[in-house]
T-cell receptor, first 113, second 110 residues
């Protein structure tokens, strides 16, 4: 089954404790991206990747890092989480030749206390 | 000004009626427009895309685009309780940037 898999689904952590949210897709998609979703603000892009070793900032990259060492994986790293990063996070991918993200992960609800 | 604006709702419609959702965008060079449906606690699901002025129909859904007015809409005909969800408008201004509205919550009452 074609899918984007995120882990964990839920995470509660403390301020400053480094964490990684994993994202993996099994469709050989070149393009992957990370979004955060907050009430009243919609989905905002954090980072995107056009291919292996090619990443770029989205609209709200501050406080986040990403890496793309393999085509299937695109982890989101919070080096020093803060309460304002409490949000719902989605990883997404796009088929080559498509112009929109059609495959989203299940979401990761992160709470930073 | 937000790049993509939608009425937050909630929009309540009776079963069988037409639900009309509106979206405006600020970047005049935008070329691609999308509607996603998001059920509570779930991830967004792409339901419609439109690229040229006019109407595009897919089943009970019709997307309408007016680039001169920078306006895109979604009509849901014969609304069903299963259509109750938040609908997200998204606009692509270049190959990499997809901007989303905050979403309109639709409730279809039986």
């Amino acid at each position: 089954e074609a899918q984007v898999t995120q882990n964990p689904r839920y995470l509660i952590t403390v301020t400053g404790k480094k964490l990684t949210v994993t994202c993996s897709q099994n469709m050989n998609h070149e393009y992957m991206s990370w979004y955060r979703q907050d009430p009243g603000l919609g989905l905002r892009q954090i980072y995107y990747s056009m291919n292996v070793e090619v990443t770029d900032k989205g609209d709200v990259p501050e406080g986040y890092k990403v890496s793309r060492k393999e085509k299937r994986n695109f982890p989101l790293i919070l080096e020093s989480p803060s309460p304002n990063q409490t949000s719902l996070y989605f990883c997404a991918s796009r088929e080559t030749g498509s112009n929109t993200e059609a495959f989203f992960g299940q979401g990761t609800r992160l709470t930073v206390v | 000004q937000k790049e993509v604006e939608q009425n937050s709702g909630p929009l309540s419609v009776p079963e069988g009626a037409i639900a009309s959702l509106n979206c405006t965008y600020s970047d005049r060079v935008s070329q691609s427009f999308f509607w996603y449906r998001q059920y509570s606690g779930k991830s967004p699901e792409l339901i419609m895309s439109i690229y040229s002025n006019g109407d595009k129909e897919d089943g009970r859904f019709t997307a309408q685009l007016n680039k001169a007015s920078q306006y895109v809409s979604l009509l849901i005909r014969d609304s069903q309780p299963s259509d109750s969800a938040t609908y997200l408008c998204a606009v692509r201004s270049n190959d990499y940037k997809l901007s989303f509205g905050a979403g309109t919550t639709v409730t279809v009452r039986a």
